[in-house]
């Protein structure tokens, strides 16, 4: 049974930070790529950042490039998302998804990020 956990989400004030983490359970994540997602009310929801299995490459959306870093310690199968300088524009459910293969296969329940002006 895969399990993914999002913590770390809530309400901020424009140019504030939050940390998001994803905690994956039920098997080793080390050699797959995990990313980030969010879904703006009324919206499709887009992608944010990804890392590969071993942490080395990062890809980010340019709309969060030099603001959001994607990282992973594989010794405690979670994913990280900072997000520094946040603006209103990124309030949203922002999701970890596990990459398998060539599809994002295993979704957490999301967490609320709240970006007030």
């Known amino acids: 049974q895969v399990k993914l956990v999002e913590s770390g989400g809530g309400l901020v004030q424009a140019g504030g930070s939050l940390r998001l983490s994803c905690a994956a359970s039920g098997r080793t994540f080390s050699t797959y790529a995990m990313a980030w997602f969010r879904q703006a009310p009324g919206k499709e929801r887009e992608f944010v950042a990804a890392?590969?299995?071993?942490?080395?490459?990062?890809y980010s959306a340019n709309s969060v490039k030099g603001r959001f870093t994607i990282s992973r310690d594989n010794a405690k199968n979670t994913v990280y998302l900072q997000m520094n300088s946040l603006k209103p524009e990124d309030t949203a459910v922002y999701y970890c998804?596990?990459?398998?293969?060539?599809?994002?296969?295993?979704w957490g329940q999301g967490t609320q990020v709240t970006v007030s002006s």
């Open positions: 998804a596990v990459r398998v293969g060539l599809t994002y296969k295993y």
């Open positions: 890392i590969t299995g071993s942490g080395v490459t990062t």
